[in-house]
């Protein structure tokens, strides 16, 4: 059973930068791709980025310039850097691996930026 726990969140000032990173365990399947996303509560989840197998990789308008997605394959892990961070990027940010027709969720890691 594969795995994501999504680890590196935290309270930053707006500006300021943070990188967090989803670590798969459990043997994933290859190849896979991984997306981020956002959600704050009560509100819906927004894709914040994409990246393949290939390292392909696209980003959400909001957050394009601000935000680069990488990955590690022999670690399993994808990370997310976040750049000139505003206040209306504070949310839980997950992680979902696809690959094979099937999709695995992280349960997240919170990024908060203060004004």
């Known amino acids: 059973q594969v795995q994501l726990v999504e680890s590196g969140g935290g309270l930053v000032q707006a500006g300021g930068s943070l990188r967090v990173s989803c670590t798969a365990s459990?043997?994933?399947?290859?190849?896979?791709?991984v997306s981020w996303y956002r959600q704050n509560p009560g509100t819906q989840r927004t894709l914040v980025a994409h990246?393949?197998?290939?390292?392909?990789?696209n980003y959400a308008e909001a957050v394009r310039g601000r935000s680069t997605i990488s990955r590690d394959k022999a670690k399993h892990m994808v990370f997310l850097q976040k750049d000139n961070l505003e206040p209306e990027d504070t949310a839980n940010y997950c992680c979902?691996?696809?690959?094979?027709?099937?999709?695995?969720w992280g349960q997240g890691t919170q990024i908060t930026s203060s004004s």
């Open positions: 459990g043997a994933a399947p290859v190849p896979n791709d």
């Open positions: 990246i393949s197998f290939r390292d392909d990789y």
């Open positions: 979902i691996l696809y690959t094979r027709g099937q999709d695995y």
